[in-house]
């Protein structure tokens, strides 16, 4: 079993720059897929990013392809989001999660994260 504590969020403003931290606990915590998410009021989870458990593949949403990256530390047994030239309506609740599935052809695949972290929101001004 994982358990996933996500941490970072708060307010930001428009233009700055955002990062959150996801770490995972437990016993194949180094050896799992993980990927970011986030849920704005009244719209579906949506997909931002996702990592192998080996850090060599990363797979991002069309949304915020560009402005998003998400390293790895598995020594830490952490990934992060490091989102630039944040907006308005990237307010939302972010969510870290994970799949025991190999390679990264699962990662954009919401159904297919076993363990989800508790969200932290992240609210940004303009």
């Known amino acids: 079993q994982v358990d996933l504590v996500e941490s970072g969020g708060g307010l930001v403003h428009a233009g700055d720059s955002l990062r959150l931290s996801c770490t995972a606990s437990?016993?194949?915590?180094?050896?799992?897929?993980m990927g970011w998410f986030r849920q704005a009021p009244g719209r579906e989870r949506e997909f931002l990013g996702g990592?192998?458990?080996?850090?060599?593949?990363?797979v991002y949403g069309d949304s915020v392809k560009g402005r998003l990256t998400i390293p790895r530390d598995n020594a830490k047994n952490t990934i992060y989001l490091q989102m630039n030239n944040v907006k308005p309506e990237d307010t939302a609740v972010y969510y870290c999660?994970?799949?025991?599935?190999?390679?990264?052809?699962?990662?954009?695949?919401?159904?297919?994260?076993?363990?989800w972290g508790q969200g932290t929101q992240v609210t940004v001004s303009s």
């Open positions: 999660a994970a799949q025991s599935l190999s390679g990264s052809a699962w990662l954009p695949i919401r159904h297919k994260y076993e363990i």
């Open positions: 437990g016993r194949t915590a180094s050896s799992t897929n």
């Open positions: 990592i192998t458990w080996s850090g060599d593949n990363t």
